[in-house]
């Protein structure tokens, strides 16, 4: 079946350093990748979205490329800050009609 | 938009007494999904409506379990009898699954404890 696959964390870095949090899938098709943020004590938010290979999707200064010859969908920030403490989750979803999958979560935590 | 609304927010209760968690979907959307997250297990999904009807609930854990649909703009998730295991957060999300790329909308979860 469909799976998501994350890079352990927790992910500890300074402020201004550079953020890579690996996401691999497995699929049967052509699914659309999310990546979803969640803040303590709430509940997961859309960050940023791709539908076809080579689409890059971008929010909030996060990127993410759709790599279908990898199966990979990588998330990265070229400065992160500690507002972007908060646990990302990368997801996928078959076709419209089925439901979504989401890796385990790896948590990341900027310190000044 | 008010968002998903789920409630309670917290919940506590004794082992055996029934628990039932509410949730409102974003007007309009035409999926809703139950998620359960703990910490060992992470983000599962326990089942999802389309439409108003139930296409997978192969997530939920056993018979104690149940989930209802009864019109666009509610559902219902009901535990009977509760046990210590079943403590977690338990989230609510609706979609408009009309589109490949449609997100889920989050509430902001129900934090249930059993003792």
């Known amino acids: 079946g469909d799976s998501v696959t994350q890079m352990e964390g927790p992910v500890t870095l300074s402020e201004e350093a550079f953020l890579t949090i690996n996401c691999t899938y497995t699929?049967?098709?052509?699914?659309?990748l999310f990546w979803y943020v969640q803040y303590p004590g709430e509940g997961l938010q859309l960050l940023l979205k791709a539908t076809k290979a080579d689409d890059k999707g971008s929010n909030k200064g996060f990127e993410a490329t759709y790599r279908k010859e990898t199966t990979s969908f990588h998330l990265e920030k070229g400065s992160v800050q500690v507002s972007d403490s908060a646990v990302y989750f990368c997801a996928l979803r078959e076709t419209s009609y089925d439901k979504v999958i989401f890796g385990p979560g790896t948590s990341l935590s900027v310190i000044p | 938009d008010a968002g998903v609304i789920q409630s309670p927010r917290h919940e506590v209760t004794e082992m055996g007494q029934e628990v039932t968690l509410r949730c409102k979907p974003i007007s309009g959307h035409n999926s809703l999904f139950w998620y359960r997250q703990t910490m060992m297990r992470g983000l599962e999904l326990l089942i999802y409506?389309?439409?108003?009807?139930?296409?997978?609930d192969s997530g939920m854990p056993e018979d104690r379990f149940s989930a209802k649909m009864p019109n666009a703009s509610f559902s219902t998730l009901k535990i009977q009898p509760s046990e210590p295991r079943d403590s977690a957060v338990y989230f609510c999300a609706s979609s408009f699954l009309e589109t490949e790329n449609s997100p889920l909308h989050f509430g902001n979860g129900t934090r249930l404890t059993v003792t």
């Open positions: 409506f389309n439409n108003n009807v139930p296409i997978d």
């Open positions: 699929a049967t098709g052509y699914p659309s």
